[in-house]
């Protein structure tokens, strides 16, 4: 079983900045990549970001695109969200997700990841 654990949310104002970790642990890892979403109150869960695991090639939403930064540190099995000029509508419970099984289009969709964190809150103030 893999568990995949979350910090670094939390309560900031809009333009300031978080960073988000999320740790992998469990059996033996193997990962083709891993990724970020969200979801807001009322709102389905939305891919932010993410990262494959050789090559470090990265993909974005539109939205957090220019301000988001994803990126890994291999041998710790942790991948991290760099987040600024945070705006109120980044106000949600931010996933880890684990596991991507494949690239390009298809990090956008939930059922492409296997394992997922507790999720941390992320509240922008404005």
């Known amino acids: 079983q893999v568990q995949l654990v979350e910090s670094g949310g939390g309560l900031v104002q809009a333009g300031g900045s978080l960073r988000l970790s999320c740790a992998a642990s469990?059996?033996?890892?193997?990962?083709?990549?891993m990724g970020w979403f969200r979801q807001a109150p009322g709102k389905e869960r939305e891919f932010v970001a993410a990262?494959?695991?050789?090559?470090?090639?990265?993909y974005y939403a539109d939205s957090v695109k220019g301000r988001f930064t994803i990126s890994r540190d291999g041998a710790k099995n942790t991948v991290f969200l760099q987040m600024n000029s945070l705006e109120p509508e980044d106000t949600a419970v931010y996933y880890c997700?684990?596991?991507?099984?494949?690239?390009?289009?298809?990090?956008?969709?939930?059922?492409?990841?296997?394992?997922w964190g507790q999720g941390t809150q992320v509240i922008v103030s404005s």
């Open positions: 990262i494959i695991w050789s090559g470090s090639t990265t």
């Open positions: 997700a684990g596991n991507l099984r494949s690239g390009g289009y298809y990090v956008r969709f939930t059922t492409n990841y296997d394992y």
């Open positions: 469990g059996r033996t890892f193997s990962s083709y990549g």
